[in-house]
């Protein structure tokens, strides 16, 4: 009879084994994601030029310094990406953007903030139920707690933002200027310095891929 | 749908054996299956790919010599990855999402299930049928760091051919292959093919 009820616990990991949800990520990049949205009623085949700021707005949500979890390492590359994404577009840099004014103006910010996440674990399969730790049926075993708890994690996540505006119609002073387009990249600042750029510049690369409308005449 | 119309699910077949005589009402037919499904229409536009991940119980009393009224459940499980870029249409603001999306489906069938037998009581026994009930669908996409996840009840439709094999006496090996269709809920429908093999036990003369 012990035998054949052994069985049960097998057949209940088994059955446990089998997930509602099977695969997830396996590596940090998964875990980059490229908004994109655009005014619709915009034709961007009638623009030609650009102009793109000279450095990343790094902001920083606390206490409103730039002294944020974002070093500047990056600002560099990232300028260029920008810069040989739209320049992809066929958009061609204003040289002289003081005195004349390009179709679109670019603009690039970053955020960075610290996240915490706190996880539970059981008892299954961390600590193996069957047959190592034969704690639930057969001679000399009663019912045990095997273990378990919770668990914390702390990550850092980086934001990009990349806004393209038409500097022509600020107008007032007081009204904004209209945004065209704009490019929101967000994933964990986590990972080897040369993963960490060859993912901005892959992610900036994706904005301007799945924004084909942006293509200038 | 209406929770308590799902509680009134699993009433029907009891009450239709209870309307029976009680030599039939005893004859019993339970079993349990595994399958491989292959989703269609909108749900293979979701999560393309035969899922391999599908379970069902059912259980069946005979109601006259050779038609059988019972209730089954089912867990199908689907699921993807894409890159592909999905696209959200917002008003003159269309929003597009790039990365990788792990995308899955839950399906839990709870149908009333009748079936009508050909064949010989105790011999290989074709069989065809129908369940009628409703399905809850967990939808859920995972992309960078969100989830996106929604359950919806839908009406559904389960048409279903199939045999039934004698082991022993009270054992049987069964296969079926059930077409799945959850009506529109949310602007959403879903439907699949599904191929099972189970065992059974059974009491009476099926």
Redesign the interface.
């Known amino acids: 009879m012990e035998k054949r009820w052994s069985a049960l616990p097998a057949l209940a990991g088994a059955w446990l084994l089998?997930?509602?949800?099977?695969?997830?990520?396996t590596n940090i990049?998964?875990?980059?994601?490229?908004?994109?949205?655009?005014?619709?009623?915009v034709t961007f085949t009638t623009f030609t030029t650009y102009a793109l700021l000279d450095s990343v707005v790094h902001i920083d949500l606390e206490d409103n310094t730039n002294d944020s979890l974002l070093t500047r390492d990056n600002d560099a590359l990232i300028l260029a990406r920008v810069r040989a994404g739209i320049e992809g577009m066929g958009y061609v840099e204003e040289g002289d953007p003081a005195n004349t004014t390009p179709d679109v103006l670019l603009l690039v910010g970053a955020l960075g903030v610290v996240k915490d996440a706190y996880f539970s674990y059981g008892w299954w399969p961390y600590y193996g139920w069957y047959p190592y730790y034969p704690c639930c049926y057969g001679p000399g075993y009663g019912w045990g707690y095997p273990g378990g708890g919770v668990g914390s994690i702390t990550y850092a996540?980086g934001t990009l933002v990349i806004t393209m505006l038409d500097p022509t119609r600020p107008g007032n002073g007081v009204d904004t200027a209209p945004i065209l387009w704009v490019a929101g990249i967000?994933?964990?600042l986590e990972g080897s310095t040369s993963g960490l750029t060859a993912r901005i510049s892959n992610l900036i690369d994706?904005?301007f891929?799945?924004?084909p409308y942006l293509r200038a005449n | 749908m209406n929770k308590r119309a799902l509680l009134a699910i699993p009433a029907i077949p009891l009450a239709l054996l209870l309307l029976t005589n009680g030599a039939q009402a005893q004859q019993w037919f339970w079993g349990m299956s595994y399958g491989m499904t292959v989703p269609t229409s909108e749900t293979k536009d979701f999560t393309n790919g035969t899922s391999w991940r599908n379970w069902g119980v059912e259980l069946l009393a005979r109601v006259r010599p050779n038609t059988a009224v019972g209730v089954s459940f089912g867990w199908n499980v689907f699921n993807d990855v894409t890159t592909t870029v999905s696209s959200i249409d917002e008003a003159s603001r269309p929003i597009d999402i790039g990365g990788t999306q792990y995308r899955y489906i839950n399906s839990l069938p709870m149908l009333v299930t009748v079936r009508q037998f050909t064949g010989t009581p105790g011999g290989m026994r074709p069989f065809f049928g129908i369940g009628i009930g409703t399905q809850l669908v967990k939808q859920r996409v995972d992309v960078g760091q969100w989830r996106i996840s929604d359950d919806t009840w839908h009406f559904a439709l389960a048409p279903e051919v199939g045999v039934v094999l004698p082991i022993g006496s009270d054992a049987k090996w069964f296969v079926n292959a059930k077409y799945n269709y959850a009506a529109k809920a949310s602007d959403r429908k879903h439907s699949y093919l599904g191929f099972n093999i189970g065992v059974a036990w059974q009491t009476g003369g099926f």
């Open positions: 089998v997930s509602c949800y099977p695969g997830s990520a990049a998964e875990l980059d994601v490229v908004v994109t949205t655009h005014d619709d009623t996540v967000n994933g964990l994706q904005a891929r799945q924004s």
